[in-house]
Structure formats: C-alpha cells, structure tokens
C-alpha cells in the first residue's frame, strides 16, 4: 500500500496523559499536513511541513501540541497532558509541491483520539 | 475573510435518486476547487479537482460544476447508491498553498 498511514488508528487516553500519533506520508511528497476533525465539521488545519521545516502552525495547535518531521519523510504529533477537548480525529495528509504551489493531498485513515 | 459554506447539512434520499450538494467560498485568490469523499472513520478521498477555467467535471456517477464569478461549486450524484452514505466536504484552495475546507454534508442513502 503506497498511501498515506497513520499510527494507531486508535488511542484511548486518561486525562492528563501524552500521547504521540505519527504519519507515514506518500513518499515522493515534500509537503505533510496535520488536521483536527471533530464529529460533524470538516478538517481544521493544524500545521504543515516542506521536506523537514514546519512552515505553518495555526493558533489551534497549543504549546501542548508539537509536531516534528525529522529527516523530511515521517511525521510525528505529540499532545501533552491531554484533556477531553483534544478528542477528535487527527488526520495526516501528504502532498506534492513545486516551489510555493502544493498540488492534491492526499489523506491517511486518521486517528481516533478519545481522553476519558 | 476565506470561508467555504455548504448546504444542506445533511440529506437523506433513497436509492437510486439523485442529489446535488452545495458549496459557497469566499476565498481569494482561488486556485482550485476539491470535492472529497468521507466514509465515517475514514480520511477524506479525492472525487474531483477544479480550476478557475473548468466549468463541470466528472468522475462516474459524480459531477462537479464550478462557478468561480458566483463562487459557487456543486456535487451532483445520479442514480446514488448505499455506498454513496458518507460525508462529502468542499476545499478550495488560495494561492496553491492554504486550504479552506467546508463542514460538509452528510449524506444518507435508504434502501
């Protein structure tokens, strides 16, 4: 399978606990994007990458949430002491871009995050 | 102020009718329009991409039409199936590099 994957596909956590996602992007794509869905609304935009820099965060992604991308290829997102407003959907998706154009993404399964 | 509206929320029909599925934008400067596909616990998948000077665009049973004066995209779907249930969310794009995406419309095909 050459798509997107994301790790696990599920996590439950108790509150105040981290928990650490990663994202195995299509790997000829330089640009990997992180999005928070909540039940019922579409992707909220997170933060994104070209190759290993992370160009973008948005103001949604608290000093509790960081995302590193090391080597340019798999990306990791880590919530430090979760709270149950951090439940949703973390989706990752990949891209290809030339200069400051990004092209189709394309998006992995997700993964459920439930804090109890 | 980029935004992306779709109506209707949510849409049941039975099988074998068809549906259209709306989305307004305001974003500037537009450079394409996406429709994808959600199944529930599934990441988005790609059904159609548009640019400003595509006016309508197909993929199977699914048929996008793009109005860039109106800023006005539609999703029409002939002869839906069950497996057309899922969400179906509008993105479109500002200067190839920021994505706005819609809340979608969940769509509920009955036998």
């Known amino acids: 399978d050459t798509g997107v994957s994301q790790d696990p596909r599920h996590k439950i956590t108790k509150r105040g606990q981290n928990v650490t996602f990663r994202c195995d992007p299509i790997s000829e794509h330089n640009r990997l994007y992180w999005y928070r869905q909540t039940l019922g609304q579409g992707p909220e935009f997170l933060t994104y990458?070209?190759?290993?820099?992370?160009?973008?965060k948005s103001r949604l992604l608290s000093d509790r949430f960081s995302a590193e991308r090391p080597k340019g290829s798999f990306s990791t997102l880590e919530i430090q002491r979760t709270e149950q407003g951090d439940s949703a959907m973390y989706l990752c998706?990949?891209?290809?871009?030339?200069?400051?154009?990004?092209?189709?993404?394309?998006f992995g399964p997700g993964t459920r995050l439930t804090v109890t | 102020k980029n935004q992306v509206e779709q109506s209707p929320q949510s849409l049941i029909i039975l099988e074998g009718k068809n549906c259209t599925l709306q989305?307004?934008?305001?974003?500037?400067?537009?450079?394409?329009l996406r429709w994808y596909k959600q199944d529930t616990g599934r990441g988005p998948v790609s059904l159609t991409i548009m640019t400003f000077s595509e006016n309508t665009k197909s993929n199977g049973r699914y048929t996008a039409t793009l109005d860039a004066d109106t800023k006005q995209s539609s999703l029409h779907i002939t002869a839906s199936q069950l497996s057309d249930s899922a969400s179906y969310i509008c993105v479109v794009s500002a200067n190839f590099n920021k994505f706005y995406f819609g809340s979608g419309t969940k769509l509920n095909v009955k036998p």
């Open positions: 990458f070209q190759n290993e820099a992370q160009l973008e």
């Open positions: 998706a990949s891209s290809y871009s030339v200069g400051s154009s990004s092209y189709e993404q394309y």
């Open positions: 989305c307004n934008y305001t974003v500037s400067p537009f450079s394409n």
